[in-house]
Each structure stands twice: as structure tokens, then as C-alpha cells.
């Protein structure tokens, strides 16, 4: 079955939800043992003392753990991702990250990251997991060789987290590069990818051989700026259960109403995104010769060769996020998000409508100066998320804005 049919046909039993068309809504906090031996089979399974036998019924136990919209949601989502086996659904992007994250690295190992980073990863790197004794070590994007020889030469290294294109500059980092660096550890850390920019529509990274695909769903899954929720998908189902163990302690597990509610967003992502991608392209071959505009970060509109091979490698299409380096820095940046009137100055993307911020003084504000610097997050820089209203009044707005 391909992923648009499959995503709208497995994973649910209408049988199960009383021959109701779409899913039902099971707000249940506990259930119901068949029988008290059920119920120790139950939680020795749930505990990894077990495996599930292939087609044996297992009772669920507590909404903390699992509930049935968690399990249609993690099941409808995996053909979406290529090369994805198993799900695990969370409240936000940041349990994604931070769970997954703390599933196998403990106090005394390393992680390798990219930057620019979203400024919230960012800020658990350095507010929690370096205090905790994870210890972190920062690679510029683009800077191929500097991540392989970090990858290479970091002791105690679990896990190598790329963020790519990275928010906001779109710099592009090359995940197959990584996995192979990674293939030549002695012991092997695994690579996670937040996907969020341009997954799941136009790029893949466990078909590219990263471990662990990382989504904010608040962003294109969800794709209406009405929810949050995060993602982790994995091609070896091993490492889901390893994260769902995680999340069963943490509790940061997507709510019921929130998986339905995403669970429904799902066979749309990819007719949003494209209508999305196609109207950002647009729009960014418009403005990238105007004269307000110093630089456009855009990867149709990629300059350099490095960046244009890895684009042509691992990415379908260039996605609706970009950024304007605006000149005339803050100030300039800050009069053109007052004078928007159709796109709306807001942080987070992925919605179906416009979204335009300052990355310095919002999203990344937590975030250095020095390492903004270094990640290129520059005072006039705005970061544009393209919705799927007609890219024409779109591009007019920006233009008025400019002028
Ligand atoms: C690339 C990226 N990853 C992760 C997150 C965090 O996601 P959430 O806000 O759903 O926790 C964000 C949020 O903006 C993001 O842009």
C-alpha cells in the first residue's frame, strides 16, 4: 500500500469504535482487565520483562502509558515517514527531543549537534543536559568535515542531533555524511534528526540512515497552529520501545483529543505542504532581487556548491520557510513585521497561514550572542513560514512592508 492510501486505512478498526467512520475519542484514564492474568501479562509486557506474542491481544493499562488514540496516531502516521517501522506521540516537539534524547544518553556521555539549532533545543542542551553531565559539542551546518571529525573523534558520544534545514537559517547538513562518520564509532551513537522544516513531505532521513526522525507536530503535521505535539519515528522498532519506556515515566504523553485532532490532520500534510512549497518558491524568487533584501535563504535560491549538492541529495522540494536578511538590521527587520498586514508576526510555522518573526528577539533570544554569531542568526534577519493563501496578496504584502 503506498503512504496516502495507508495513511488513511490502517491503524483503525471502525469495529472498535463502534462502526464510527473516523476514530472515536477515548478519554479513558484506566481500563478494564479481561481478567487479573491479563492485567500482570499486561504490565509484565509494558515493563520489558515480556515480548508481545505476534497477534496476541494485550489489555491496555493506564493513559499514561497508552491509550487507543495514541495507537491509531502512531499507527497512521509510520507510512508518512519513509523507512519508518514505529511512532511514539508526545505532547510537544520538546518531549520528542528531550525523550528521546534522555532514552540512551546518560551523565558522562556526549552529544554532537549542529547549529543554528532551534533556540528551545538549544536552551535544554545547555540548561539541562550539560548541568545533568551531558555534555555537548556544537558543529556549524554546512561544515561537513568539522561534524564527521566530531562524530569521529568525540569520546562516550550517544547521540549526534541534526537539525536540518536548521531554524532559521536553512543551512543544510548532510545526514548520510553523519550516519556514515557515525557507522565508524567503536560504538556507535545514534543520529537523530529533527525533520520538522521539511519532513514529511520532502525528505526522509530514515531512508537516509539517521536512527530517530524527531517532528514538533504543532508544525505541518498539525498544520493550523491549534495544537502542539511531538513526534519520534525510528526504522528499528527496538529504539521505540526503548523512548515509550521514557515517556511512560516522564507522562508527557499526546492527550487523547490531541491525537484525534492530529490523527485528522494527517492525510492533508502532504497537500499542504506542496501547495505550501510551491507558493514559498514563488514568493522567494521574487524578493530575492529586492532592493531591501541583503541575502534570501531559500533552498531553491542556494548559492553555495556544497549546499546545492546536499539540497539535490536528500531533499524532494525546497519547502515554504525562509529567512530575509533585511538590510538595515534590527530596525529595518522590526518596521517590516509592523507594517505586515495580511502575514501575521508570530512565532512557529507550519500553519496554514503566514507566519513572520525576528529570530533574535524571539525564538533564539535564549541563545548567546556569540553563538548566534557563529550560527549566522544576524539582527536584520526575519524568518518567513509560507501558508497556502494566494502567494500573489502574499508577495504584495511583503513588497508594501519593503517599501
Ligand atoms: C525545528 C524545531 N524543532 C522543535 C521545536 C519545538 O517544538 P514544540 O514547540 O512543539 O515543542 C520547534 C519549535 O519551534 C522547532 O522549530
Not at 546536499?310 to 519547502?319: E, K, S, T
Not at 548567546?368 to 494566494?390: H, P, W, Y
Request: glycine fraction near 8%; aromatic fraction near 6%.
Amino acid at each position: 500500500m503506498r503512504p496516502l492510501t495507508a495513511v488513511l486505512t490502517r491503524g483503525f478498526d471502525p469495529a472498535l469504535s463502534v462502526g464510527s467512520a473516523r476514530p472515536a475519542v477515548f478519554r479513558s484514564s484506566t481500563y478494564v482487565f479481561t481478567s487479573p492474568e491479563a492485567a500482570e501479562r499486561a504490565f509484565a509486557i509494558a515493563g520489558g520483562r515480556s515480548q508481545a506474542m505476534p497477534g496476541e491481544h494485550v489489555d491496555l493499562i493506564y493513559s499514561r502509558f497508552n491509550h487507543p488514540n495514541a495507537e491509531i496516531l502512531e499507527d497512521q502516521i509510520v507510512p508518512l515517514e519513509k523507512g519508518a517501522k514505529a511512532a511514539v506521540v508526545f505532547n510537544s516537539g520538546m518531549a520528542a527531543i528531550m525523550t528521546s534524547i534522555l532514552a540512551f544518553a546518560r551523565p558522562g556521555d556526549r552529544i554532537v549537534y549542529t547549529v543554528p539549532l532551534y533556540g528551545g533545543t538549544q536552551h535544554l542542551i545547555h540548561e539541562f543536559l550539560e548541568p545533568f553531565g551531558i555534555r555537548g559539542t556544537a558543529v556549524r551546518a554546512g561544515r561537513g568535515a568539522e561534524l564527521v571529525e566530531a562524530i569521529e573523534k568525540t569520546e562516550n558520544l550517544r547521540v549526534v542531533l541534526i537539525e536540518t534545514p536548521a531554524n532559521p537559517t536553512l543551512m543544510m547538513t548532510d545526514i548520510r555524511q553523519a550516519v556514515e562518520a557515525a557507522g565508524r564509532c567503536g560504538s556507535r551513537p545514534l543520529v537523530m534528526v529533527d525533520n520538522t522544516f521539511l519532513g514529511p513531505t520532502f525528505q526522509h532521513p530514515l531512508a537516509l540512515g539517521a536512527d530517530v526522525c524527531l517532528y514538533s507536530g504543532t508544525k505541518y503535521l498539525g498544520g493550523f497552529s491549534d495544537m502542539l505535539s511531538g513526534v519520534a519515528l525510528t526504522a528499528d522498532a527496538s529504539l521505540v520501545k526503548t523512548i515509550k519506556a521514557r515517556r511512560g515515566l516522564f507522562g508527557n504523553i499526546l492527550q487523547p483529543d490531541e491525537c484525534w485532532m492530529l490523527d485528522s490532520r494527517l492525510p492533508t500534510v502532504n497537500l499542504r505542504m506542496n501547495k505550501a512549497s510551491k507558493n514559498a518558491q514563488r514568493i522567494a524568487e521574487r524578493l530575492a532581487g529586492h532592493a531591501q533584501v541583503e541575502k534570501i535563504h531559500y533552498p531553491s535560491l542556494f548559492e553555495d556548491a556544497d549546499q546545492i549538492r546536499i539540497r539535490d541529495a536528500q531533499c524532494d522540494y525546497p519547502g515554504a520557510m525562509m529567512s530575509l536578511e533585511l538590510r538595515g538590521g534590527k530596525p529595518a527587520a522590526f518596521d517590516f513585521l509592523r507594517r505586515l498586514r495580511l502575514a501575521r508576526n508570530a512565532v512557529s510555522l507550519g500553519g496554514v497561514e503566514t507566519l513572520v518573526c525576528h529570530p533574535k528577539s524571539t525564538t533564539h533570544s535564549s541563545v548567546s550572542a556569540e553563538e548566534l554569531e557563529i550560527a549566522g542568526v544576524t539582527d536584520g534577519l526575519v524568518r518567513m513560514s509560507i501558508g497556502i493563501e494566494d502567494w500573489r496578496d502574499l508577495l504584495g504584502d511583503f513588497e508594501q512592508a519593503l517599501g
